[in-house]
């Protein structure tokens, strides 16, 4: 059983730095991808960023590569998303899912946190 607890959101303004973390408990996470996925109106959600633990590896979507940066903190068992330059087009509530490296689907969820970038 894997908790994940999110927070840092918050309002900023166009081109401000918000960081986001979701602390997990649980099993090692070797095992896990973990994701920031946003919550996108009228859509099942939209991949952000992807890190996969056990080796590092990182996904961004287009729209965020060279503003975020989504990485891990083995010691404290959690991962961060590191928001800059934000947009207001970045508005949006941001949910942590872990996946088992073996499945697709996203078994696990933090409980998500806003993040509202002004213009």
């Known amino acids: 059983q894997v908790q994940l607890v999110e927070s840092g959101g918050g309002l900023v303004q166009t081109g401000g730095s918000l960081r986001l973390s979701c602390a997990v408990s649980?099993?090692?996470?070797?095992?896990?991808?973990m994701t920031w996925i946003r919550r996108v109106s009228g859509n099942d959600g939209f991949r952000v960023a992807s890190?996969?633990?056990?080796?590092?590896?990182?996904y961004y979507a287009q729209s965020v590569k060279g503003r975020f940066t989504i990485f891990r903190d083995n010691a404290q068992s959690t991962v961060h998303l590191q928001m800059n330059d934000l947009k207001p087009e970045d508005t949006d509530i941001y949910y942590c899912?872990?996946?088992?490296?073996?499945?697709?689907?996203?078994?696990?969820w933090g409980q998500g946190t806003q993040v509202t970038v002004s213009s």
């Open positions: 899912a872990a996946r088992v490296l073996s499945s697709t689907e996203y078994t696990y």
């Open positions: 649980g099993p090692t996470l070797d095992h896990f991808a």
């Open positions: 890190i996969i633990w056990k080796d590092n590896t990182t």
